[in-house]
């Protein structure tokens, strides 16, 4: 998986630095929860993301877009006297490949590469860090739609995070993130 990071990380730059290069910042909501065969009682939580962005353009309409954010995940688990709640926090570096139409309406897909920097879980009033009973690191993919004025620095997308790998260390349970995340963008320069 490392070996894949690097690659797409190093294919990227490589692209980036041939083609039209656009970049910004981003942010917005998260509608986080948290699937799987042995997930029940369980309900979506509203959280956040925020971010920086590029944008290489590659052929007309063709694009390239690597982000790194922020992104404020987790959810609630309905138990009998109190709910428990998971936050967990993600520095996420999704790379996507992105297809505009000349009507500023793209549609975009590709893998992300998440890194788990914080987890806490909440039950009774009483917090405790379960960092070290999740993985490190979270594979998923994304499928996308986003919206650019022509012209416009401002735009605004949607999309859904599809996690691939399981969140605990220890692989007994089958739990997997999924994040359908909107947000707005502000284009701040772009390069030759």
Known sequence: MK????????????VASQAQFDYGVKGGFNISNIGGADVDDNKARILFHVGMYGEAN?????????????SA????????????????????IPVLAKYNFSSGFGLQ?????????SA???VDGDKDNIKDNLKGFDF???????????????GVDARFNLGLSRLD????SKWFNRVFQIGVFYQLGTTN
Not at 3 to 14: I, P
Not at 73 to 92: C, H, M, R, W
Not at 109 to 117: C, M, S
Not at 140 to 154: E, K, L, N
Request: net charge negative.
């Open 3 to 14: 070996k894949l990071f690097l690659l797409v990380v190093s294919v990227t730059s490589f």
């Open 58 to 70: 590659l052929a007309e309409g063709f694009r390239i877009r690597p982000e790194i954010m922020y």
């Open 73 to 92: 995940q987790g959810a609630t688990f309905e138990a009998p006297g109190d709910d428990v709640k998971y936050n967990l926090g993600y520095i996420s």
């Open 109 to 117: 897909t590709g893998p992300q590469f998440a890194f788990l920097t």
């Open 120 to 122: 806490k879980r909440k």
């Open 140 to 154: 998923g993919w994304v499928f996308g739609a986003a919206y650019q004025p022509s012209g416009s620095p401002f």
């Open 169 to 172: 260390e220890d692989g007994d």
